[in-house]
């Protein structure tokens, strides 16, 4: 549970990085341990477009019910200079199968532009080093740009 | 959550030589100074080996509006393991890419390894410094835990390929995922394009980061080659996705999930 706080915490993290808020991510999130299970429809893995195995996914729903092995955890708002941002992961057995902001700046086109690109780039961040459980990552060298983008900067947040 | 729950960490990320380094400390304490002085040695090395500056060190020797009499140890110390490179790698690794004296490739995975040994001997026991994606790892991510490094899949690097598991253990990915076909095999002339991207584990990145560029640059014949060198293993990836290994590559095991798709809902509910 602990490590998926962390996660909860580099997600939040990183969507305020990505999103070019300035703050601290051990002040802006207090966790909030949600209700368990109810919200499967938008956690499970989608099946349509899947390109590859869905046994790791079918694998870790097989011991639960719809109790301990779900749970659903809602950071706090956290308010910034451009409008509230506020996320909520899925954790299913210890592993985030999900994860959504739902409430985000969205007030222009700019904001509308940037979400386009930086929510699904955070989803797809937290959800795979949630999976692997890693420290650190290595790979084709990125630019000051890509950095922002990129799953190192989702691990650097994570303190 | 309370931070005392947390094991310690301190952190700093700083932009330099147009990439970004993430200095990662697993000691308690305060470690402000060190960062500096790591912060401070990386800002020195890029004034004095950008390509880009044209008033660096590096640029002026290149124009030989300088004698190498001139230059300070530093960047006789650079030039000189270059050479070595070039000799231990048959000209795959070169100081003169395109006929221009240029010695990134060493110097950013030199400075790494430098600046890992002044948090050593500020008192570090267990930090990393990653600069953009090429690191030098001391002891563990926790004194009881080895690093967990995630290789990143160069066709979506957002994902993790492979799971690498080491302590003390230096880790470079050369590639093409985020620059483009930059990386010039000196026997054409052209653009190495056999591998999407190699990636070589050992114990100093000076070594290790060169070594990454040259198997990048000999493709299916990389791993033949890295496999002749003492404490150094390496893993490609091949332009049709293939994943080859020496048989030391430190794969952290189990191996990890498979790649899965997951559902997007941004939005507001």
Sequence with gaps: MRRAILTLLSTVAGLVLLLNFKTSATTAVAPAVGASGTSSASAAPSSSSSTSSSGSSSSTSGSSGSGSGTKTLTGSSVDTRWG??????????????????????????????????????LNSEAVSAGNAQIDQVSGATYTSEGYIASLQSALDQAS | MAATTADPRTVHVEHCMGTVFSIDIRDAGNWSDAVADVVGWLHHVDAVFSTYRPDSLISRLGREELPLADVGSEVREVLDACEQLALATGGTFTATPNGQLDPSGYVKGWAI???????????????????????QLLGGAAPDRPWRVGIADPSDPQQVLVVVEGRDLAVATSGTAERGGHITDPSTGGAASALRSATVTGPRLAEVDAYATAAFVLGDRALDWIGTLDGYEAMTVAADGTIARTTGFPTAAPPPPVRRSIRITPGRT
């Design chain 1, 84 to 121: 509230p941002v506020q996320v909520r992961i899925t954790v299913t057995n210890g592993k985030i199968t999900a994860a959504n902001a739902i409430d985000y700046p969205n007030s222009n086109g700019h904001d509308q532009e940037i979400n386009s690109t930086a929510i699904p780039t």
């Design chain 2, 113 to 135: 390894d430098r600046a890992a040994r002044l948090l050593v001997d500020a008192g570090v026991q267990n930090g990393a410094i990653n600069g953009g994606g090429d690191m």
